[in-house]
Structures are given as structure tokens and as C-alpha cells.
């Protein structure tokens, strides 16, 4: 089981900043592909950004390419989704969640979340 817990959520205006830092604990996380993921009132959720295991490889959502920037530190657990030029559009609760990099498909483990709004 991974426990994940998000932080960095916040009120901000529109073509402002955000840092969104994912903490993990319970398991090896270098074991774990990450990613975020992002639910608007009254819309499913829909991904933003993925990380690999190792960091090596990263994908964006065409929504936020060339705006958010996702990285990891392993030695510390923790995932950052860096949100730079946001748009009222983006006002969501952002999760963060894992997967097992070597066998699991879909994100097993997911956080509980943390607001962004952004104000026009």
C-alpha cells in the first residue's frame, strides 16, 4: 500500500504560479510510476501529467504541455508539478496517484487531493 498525501493547493490569479508536491510513503517509491490528475465541478477527471520510475520519461496533457513541468526525487518520495501561466480553466482538485512501474496498468493509489483555483 502507498500512501500519498498532496500539498501546495491555492488560490492564485490567472497567469500566476503553483507548485503541487505529492509525498509518498509505505512502499519503495522508486518503484512507482506517478501522475496527476485533475477533477473540475460537474466534469470527470482527467489526467494532467505522468512521470516515470525513474524520471526519465515524462507526458503531458495537451491542456497544460509547455506550462506545468513534472519532476520527482526519489531519495525523498515526493513528486512536484510545477503549474506556471495558469488559466481560470485549470481551477480543479488536482490528485496525485501511483502505479507499480512494473506490473500495474492503470493508478492504483491516489491521494485526496488539493484545490487549485485560479481567478480570472
Known amino acids: 500500500q502507498v500512501q500519498l498525501v498532496e500539498s501546495g493547493g491555492g488560490l492564485v490569479q490567472a497567469g500566476g504560479s503553483l507548485r503541487l508536491s505529492c509525498a509518498a510513503s509505505?512502499?519503495?517509491?522508486?518503484?512507482?510510476?506517478m501522475g496527476w490528475f485533475r477533477q473540475a465541478p460537474g466534469k470527470e477527471r482527467e489526467f494532467v501529467a505522468a512521470?516515470?520510475?525513474?524520471?526519465?520519461?515524462?507526458r503531458y496533457a495537451d491542456s497544460v504541455k509547455g506550462r506545468f513541468t513534472l519532476s520527482r526525487v526519489n531519495a525523498e518520495n515526493t513528486v512536484s508539478l510545477q503549474m506556471n501561466s495558469l488559466k481560470p480553466e485549470d481551477t480543479a482538485v488536482y490528485y496525485c496517484?501511483?502505479?507499480?512501474?512494473?506490473?500495474?496498468?492503470?493508478?492504483?493509489?491516489w491521494g485526496q487531493g488539493t484545490q487549485v483555483t485560479v481567478s480570472s
Open positions: 496517484a501511483a502505479k507499480r512501474s512494473d506490473y500495474q496498468r492503470d493508478y492504483a493509489y
Open positions: 509505505g512502499r519503495t517509491f522508486i518503484n512507482y510510476d
Open positions: 512521470i516515470s520510475w525513474s524520471g526519465g520519461s515524462t
